[in-house]
């Protein structure tokens, strides 16, 4: 494959963001902040949620002096507005949560945060279920009355193509954020970012390549 200077040095800025994103994911303990962009509530019918409103949506996360998306993947723990102390390692996830990435991550990602999509929320509720519970929105440990409703059908589709067998690609790394500030509990945030494909790396390499040839030929000069 042909590359120009501007493709290998434009594809190895891409890389070494995404090497970026993972060594600061993983540094240790850092301060947190997320803003909820989420609609409407479902009164749940108890279990882990016991007899609350919850709102399901999109964090809208600020970590390590980034700014991204997570879900929750700890719904039965309140969350805390603050500022508070978070550590990051990487999420063990299971066959059927990384099909649910796979399947709907970028979908939901398009919604408009201020007034999320359906598949939005639906994508919190079906992650919910699937670490957390039974994999069934009416039963188990997390149900809800109301579920009939737009939302409640995609979460039901989503499910369904998270339980099957359809392949898996790893397309994702998946990182946990959790809570770890002295005396302060909360909600437990999952994040991913994209792995990048082999001929990524090669590119990546070649660019370094190029650079280091450029930086010495200009301290020669």
Known sequence: MKLTMNQVLRTTVIAAAFALTSVSAHAGVTNLTATLHGGPQ???????????SV??????????????YAFCIEPTLAY?????????????????????????YTTVLGSNLNNPAPKA???QLALWELNNDNGNLLSGNLRFNNLSNA??????????????????HNIYNYTALTSSGAGINSQKMLTVTPVPEPETYGMMLAGLGVLAFLARRK???
């Open 42 to 52: 479902f009164t749940s019918t108890g279990g882990g949620f016991g007899a609350n």
């Open 55 to 68: 709102t399901p949506g999109i964090w809208d996360v600020s970590f390590a002096g980034k700014n991204f």
């Open 80 to 104: 805390s507005g603050a500022s508070n102390h978070y550590s990051a390692g990487a999420f063990q996830a299971s066959d059927s949560v990384k099909r649910l990435y796979e399947g709907y």
């Open 121 to 123: 929320k639906a994508f």
């Open 151 to 168: 939302v409640v059908a995609d979460a039901n589709a989503m499910l369904t193509l998270a339980k099957g067998n359809s392949v898996i």
């Open 219 to 221: 301290k020669q000069a």
